[in-house]
């Protein structure tokens, strides 16, 4: 079964960082893209950040752009997001899924069908 643990959530002053981790397994991780999503409270859950297989290749939200980076360590099936720079806005719950492909776009919340339990991440102004 595929399971995905997320880790590194925290309560942080903005301008703080975090760095979160998720571990992967029950399925070939190197062959899936992988991608974080976030959910605050009373809206609707968002793609932040997204990884090809190799980790060559990542796309970013605008909201985040240029203040966390995603990363992948293919030998030990693990998923990071090193956040800086947080913001208020940046508060909610952050989840790690596979992509699940079909010609869906990366930001949409519909294209993925496995998703971990998620890890609270609170930013104080």
């Known amino acids: 079964q595929v399971r995905l643990v997320e880790t590194g959530g925290g309560s942080v002053q903005a301008g703080g960082s975090l760095r979160l981790s998720c571990a992967a397994s029950?399925?070939?991780?190197?062959?899936?893209?992988m991608t974080w999503l976030r959910q605050a409270p009373g809206k609707e859950r968002e793609a932040v950040a997204t990884?090809?297989?190799?980790?060559?290749?990542?796309f970013y939200a605008d909201a985040v752009r240029g203040r966390f980076t995603v990363s992948r360590d293919n030998a030990r099936n693990t998923l990071y997001l090193q956040m800086n720079s947080l913001k208020s806005e940046d508060t909610g719950v952050y989840y790690c899924?596979?992509?699940?492909?079909?010609?869906?776009?990366?930001?949409?919340?519909?294209?993925?069908?496995?998703w971990g339990q998620g890890t609270q991440v609170t930013v104080s102004s």
């Open positions: 990884i090809s297989q190799a980790g060559l290749i990542t």
């Open positions: 899924a596979r992509f699940r492909g079909g010609g869906s776009c990366w930001l949409t919340p519909g294209a993925y069908d496995n």
């Open positions: 029950g399925y070939i991780y190197r062959d899936y893209q």
